[in-house]
């Protein structure tokens, strides 16, 4: 693989950029690989990546329905933070936070990462004892947290509304200076080009259309492409999780929501940290290219349709401009939307399943872009070894029987109300 | 925007409604003997389907009625409504 430097890009520049070699090859599937992951997102290529690289496990095939990237890795609003107060959920992030410092010089692939901080805002009393809880549990697990008052808030973010007369006055925030955003589709075309030069094989435009099953153990894939043999098989597919379950008799404690983002027109840099804000469900932050990111509820109803409604992207920005003002005078540049796997207690699911071979990374909620790199690294550990490592323990399928549930939020099961 | 025909009020748009959820997930029956697996499954398992789905809305800013409403979750075609109460094709 040829090694991305600034040599050669000068050397590049002399042929006009014209030789550069493809970052990812387009083979035909094979008959038979040790491991099919299923998913080129973020997190599939994440996990074929840390087989290759943590276990030597390179005869693996990425099978992907549309193009990489083109799924929730290019959809999201690119925060990256570890602000859990909970233990599965704060070590996991952390870890993750460890790899994304290193991504850039890992993959050999500039993803931007940003740690600008994000600032969670506070509307009462109540809340800011509740930030301070949360910050105090981060700090006891090793995570950055500070909790600002009024004046630190203000001196941070100067354009949020400090008049008097508003219906939520900010009293203050609890801020993770750690946190920050990368750049989304390189963190997908880093993963899969690294991937790719140890021997992954990328199938795009691969539908996957049933399993097969025998004795309780899996033994291949059904593909738009044919069958694939297979002596392991990982989901990665957030968003589509119900559809394969289906397709394997499988219930899951976990349903289909639709979640918009919306950027504006670019302006000049204003906005250093990414924020959100506190009496409701509005986050923001401005992109390398000036544009103002943001995003918030979901639209309400199950839904598979990638695309928004604008009564809840209308709502999402009254709370934006009842935050920051000036939103109001900028024109929309564009908005879209995803579909998450929303579970049942918020948190995520990566574990083993009841047959033998197949394994499941899903129910990743709002929060699945920042767990790319730890997703894909516990993911791998968890097939390779099949076996859950310690930092996943906590996700396991089965917490809903136990009623080990990591709910963060404590929102129930009523997935869409936030 | 959905338009969602309200059994009672006749087709109104969705802000005045409230969504419920999935209206096929069904309660065990009061009184009767069961297992741990069959309440939490109640309590977590959803099929989401793609497709056809029949679902609890609540005319929250209308009638204040809950009513059902069968609709794609792909497309959002909404193809009928019901009275909560009603029996479901």
Redo the contacts between chains.
């Keep these: 693989m040829q090694k991305y430097s600034v040599f050669s890009l000068i050397k590049n520049a002399f042929s006009d950029h014209q030789n550069w070699e493809v970052a990812w090859k387009d083979p035909t599937p094979k008959k038979e690989y040790d491991v099919i992951i299923i998913g080129g997102g973020g997190h599939g290529l994440a996990t074929a990546y840390y087989l290759a690289k943590e276990h030597n496990i390179t005869n693996v095939a990425i099978i992907e329905k549309g193009w990489i990237g083109g799924g929730n890795v290019g959809r999201n609003t690119t925060i990256i933070r570890s602000n859990y107060m909970h233990d599965d959920n704060a070590l996991f992030s952390e870890f993750g936070m460890d790899l994304w410092r290193k991504m850039s010089q890992d993959l050999n692939y500039n993803v931007m990462f940003s740690p600008r901080g994000i600032i969670n805002l506070a509307h009462s009393d109540a809340q800011m004892n509740a930030y301070s809880r949360r910050g105090n549990s981060m700090r006891l697990n090793g995570i950055d947290a500070v909790l600002l008052n009024r004046e630190e808030v203000q001196k941070r973010i100067p354009m949020a509304d400090f008049s008097d007369n508003v219906r939520f006055p900010i009293f203050g925030g609890l801020m993770q200076p750690s946190a920050g955003t990368a750049r989304h589709d390189a963190v997908a075309w880093g993963y899969a080009r690294q991937a790719d030069s140890m021997g992954v094989d990328i199938i795009q435009n691969c539908e996957v259309t049933g399993f097969d099953v025998t004795n309780g153990k899996i033994v291949g894939v059904r593909t738009s492409r044919g069958d694939i043999k297979a002596k392991k098989v990982g989901l990665c597919v957030a968003g589509s999780t119900n559809i394969l379950a289906e397709m394997l008799n499988m219930t899951l404690p976990i349903e289909t929501h639709l979640l918009q983002a919306c950027v504006s027109e670019p302006v000049k840099p204003l906005l250093d940290h990414v924020v959100t804000f506190g009496a409701g469900h509005f986050y923001c932050s401005q992109s390398d290219k000036g544009e103002m990111v943001m995003g918030g509820d979901l639209d309400g109803y199950n839904s598979y349709s990638q695309r928004g409604n604008l009564p809840t992207l209308q709502h999402v920005l009254t709370e934006g401009i009842a935050m920051f003002p000036f939103l109001s005078k900028l024109k929309m540049l564009r908005t879209w939307g995803g579909i998450m796997d929303m579970s049942m207690d918020g948190s995520p699911i990566i574990d083993k399943t009841h047959i033998d071979g197949l394994y499941l990374n899903c129910g990743w909620c709002y929060g699945g872009f920042k767990a790319t790199p730890a997703s894909g690294w516990t993911f791998a550990h968890t097939i390779a070894q099949d076996r859950v490592h310690e930092l996943n323990a906590g996700y396991s399928l089965n917490r809903f029987n136990t009623g080990d549930l990591i709910d963060e939020k404590g929102l129930g099961t009523k997935t869409w109300i936030s | 925007?959905?338009y969602i025909f309200c059994p009672h009020c006749g087709s109104r748009?969705?802000?005045e409604f409230a969504?419920g959820?999935?209206a096929t997930v069904k309660r065990p029956e009061l009184n009767k003997e069961i297992s741990?697996?069959e309440w939490?499954?109640f309590?977590?398992?959803?099929?989401?389907?793609?497709g056809k789905?029949l679902?609890l809305w609540h005319h929250i800013s209308g009638c204040r009625q809950w009513i059902k409403v069968e609709?794609d979750?792909?497309?959002?075609e909404i193809f009928k409504t019901y009275k909560a109460d009603e029996l479901t094709e």
């Design positions: 925007m959905l748009s969705q802000n969504y959820g999935d741990d697996q939490d499954n309590v977590y398992l959803r099929k989401s389907p793609r789905h679902e609709r979750t792909s497309t959002h």
